[in-house]
């Protein structure tokens, strides 16, 4: 992978006013002002940090190359040569069950990447940047006043800056600008949860067709672990657990990790022989929601909304899924068209967003596993399953997505019966 310099906006030329401000340039910042600028809307992104910058979420679903094709930003993105990800492996002591994103039963892309985020942010904001979107890095967000010009104060080395627009779209991800600012945050529907991950060498990959999959590991004491493999012979390696599961373990952050590692024989066969790129990372508290999706002059999307939780990796996913539905939604509102954002926007987001809720909450309440698991599944439910982790949350033939909770309590309910 040959390193990529960001191409920033020359900061003296920050403008006064655009059509559309955008907050943040991760995937959904700069999918959805790629989609904008296309559409003829003058926009800019102001990006706190420095890029390349680090985030957590390397594994892509595949509805994600619908989306990044959308916006005009696919190609770039095959040229960096990622790892091609054709499904995932969920693991449980010796049980294994093999989701193959060939094997679906919505139409649609059977293969994505293993993306190190850094890297693969700074491809999508160069992408946009060459296509004409100015990106304003170390230009922080610090204040916003709504309405129907809405305008934001933007802190930077040239001190604080006006910038006014038509329409604001929070892409702030963790950041949470507009819901901290605008007293928009909710609590999560999802307990709190803790991760702990760092990059790695020396993973013993399976060789063969299992090698792209990300593996969801079931540790033995109740945390789960992932296991994304890179191109450049990396691999993320995290564990999501109640912060309670990390209490177990005395020491330094890297002798916790190995101790719960060890736990694993699954994990421990793989990496045993392990080096840390970094000393490992927490993060904990991350699931969120919020109580609006939109108001006057602004839409939230990605993580700036509702984030639920690692386990079926579908931050990206809806993160530019909400990206270019809100870009689509402000284009017409921006031409005069009467837009319904409840129906249009959060409706819409909501349908997938609960979806991908049954499935997680239906893993931690040990009903998903007993389905991923089972002895009697047959190839139209291994498909419907396949077809949500894969990131086709929206296609209501699938009754999965249809009544996502029900489905899930029943189909565990019948397997169970069935596995005796
Ligand atoms: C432990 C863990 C593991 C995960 N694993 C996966 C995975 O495997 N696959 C997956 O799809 N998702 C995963 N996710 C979710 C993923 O991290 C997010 O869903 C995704 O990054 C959201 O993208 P985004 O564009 O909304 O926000 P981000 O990628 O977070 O980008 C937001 C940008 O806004 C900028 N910003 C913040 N505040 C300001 C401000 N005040 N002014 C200007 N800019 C600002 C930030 O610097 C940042 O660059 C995981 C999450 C967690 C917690």
Redesign the pocket.
């Known amino acids: 992978m040959t390193p990529q310099s960001p191409l920033a906006a020359d900061p003296r030329n920050f403008p006064a006013r655009v059509d559309v401000a955008v ?7 700069t999918s959805a002002a790629a989609l904008l600028h296309a559409r003829g809307w003058s926009t800019a992104i ?4 420095a890029f390349p ?1 680090f ?6 679903l595949a509805r994600c190359m619908d989306l990044l094709d959308e916006a005009g930003l696919l190609e770039a993105v095959k040229a960096r040569n990622y790892l091609v990800k054709r499904g995932a492996l969920f693991v449980r002591g010796n049980e294994r069950a093999d989701i193959d994103f060939a094997e679906q039963f919505t139409p649609g892309w059977t293969w994505t990447w293993q993306v190190p985020r850094a890297d693969f ?1 700074l491809t999508l904001a160069n992408e946009a940047s060459r296509q004409g979107v100015p990106i304003y890095y170390q ?3 610090t204040a916003v006043t709504p309405g129907a010009e809405p305008t934001l104060t933007v802190e930077s080395k040239a001190g604080n800056q006006t910038l006014r627009a038509r329409h604001v779209i929070d ?5 949470r ?1 507009l819901p901290r600012l605008l007293g928009l945050d909710r609590p999560s529907s999802l307990i709190e949860r803790k ?1 702990v ?1 760092a990059h790695v060498r020396g993973d013993i990959r399976p060789q063969g067709t299992l090698e792209n999959r990300i593996w969801i590991v079931m540790h033995p004491r109740g945390a789960w672990i ?1 296991l ?1 493999p890179f191109s450049n012979g990396v691999t993320s390696v ?1 564990f ?1 657990a109640e912060p309670s599961f990390f209490d177990h373990f005395t020491g330094t952050d890297e002798e916790i990790f190995r101790a719960a590692m060890a736990e694993d024989p699954n994990t421990r066969a793989r990496l045993a022989d392990m080096e840390f790129c970094f000393p490992p990372r927490t ?1 904990r508290g ?1 699931s969120a929601a919020v109580s609006a999706m939109h108001g006057p002059g602004y839409t939230l ?4 909304t509702e ?1 639920l939780d ?1 386990v079926f ?5 809806l ?1 530019l899924e909400s990206a270019n539905r809100a870009a689509g939604l402000t284009d017409r509102a921006l031409r005069g068209e009467p837009v319904d954002w409840d129906a249009e926007y959060t409706a819409y987001m909501m349908r997938g967003v609960e979806t991908f809720r049954a499935f997680v909450l239906g893993w931690y309440s040990g009903e998903f596993p007993k389905i991923l698991f089972s002895a009697s599944q047959n190839d139209l439910l291994r498909r419907q399953v396949t077809s949500v982790l894969a990131g086709y949350v929206w296609d209501e033939s699938n009754p999965f997505v249809r009544q996502p909770a029900r489905r899930v309590r029943q189909v565990a309910r019948i397997v169970k019966h069935l596995d005796g």
């Open positions: 907050i943040g340039a991760g995937p959904a910042g102001v990006e706190a940090e910058r985030v957590i979420g390397e594994s892509l942010d230009h922080r967000v892409a702030s991800g963790y950041g600008v991760s991950f992932w994304i995290g999501v993060l991350y999307v990605g993580n700036a984030f690692p990796s579908s931050g990206v996913t993160a």
